[in-house]
């Protein structure tokens, strides 16, 4: 699927200011993939598709999470992460994205997982560190991704848990592996 047409697909299921977004994860996602050698292409619809579910309602979210057999600890947690698994499902359904790279980096993009790919980890982080972010921290992960994908993520992974905990909130186990998992490889 071309830039366009995706980005057409896309806009129809986001408010305004989420198209926006997309938009900047698309073009930081880009810049990743060309910095650290991953599939360009792949990256850029990974990018347009991230939040593909966001603004669906959370009822049918949660009818997919069960009816596919999702991680059912998903529904223990906040609902926020539901858009991404449901996300991957129904850009295969609906916008008929087949390749399991690009499902995978969609799936992901809010949680990680232990063994990110480098699609995964470029779409991770351009969702973290795309232009239209402001919060304390962003400004120090975007520095590092010019330098050192990994770093940047452990870092961006580490201010989310940090982020959760002190508003007390759980935070999904994935999420931990990922940090574990990351910074043990670093």
Known sequence: MDR?????????????????????????????????GADR??????????DYAKFRPKDEM????????????????????WHAPVGAYLVEKEAGIKDPEILDAIRYHTSGRVGMTLLDKII????????GRHFPG???????AKMNLDQALVQSV??????????????YPDTFYTYNDLANKL
Not at 72 to 80: I, Q, R, T, V, W
Not at 158 to 171: A, G, Y
């Open 138 to 144: 962003v400004d120090e992960v975007r520095e590092m």
């Open 62 to 81: 949660k009818s997919i999470i069960e009816e596919q057999h999702m991680e059912k600890a998903l529904l223990e947690f906040n609902s926020e992460l």
């Open 4 to 36: 366009e047409t995706a980005l057409a697909v896309v806009k129809e299921q986001l408010t305004d200011h989420r198209y926006v977004h997309t938009v900047g994860v698309m073009e930081t996602a880009i810049k990743l993939a060309d910095r650290y």
């Open 41 to 50: 292409k792949k990256a850029e619809l990974a990018a347009i598709f991230h």
């Open 124 to 131: 991770y982080l351009a969702d973290y560190i795309e232009p």
């Open 158 to 171: 580490k201010n989310t848990i940090v982020f959760l905990m002190k508003k007390n909130q759980p935070v």
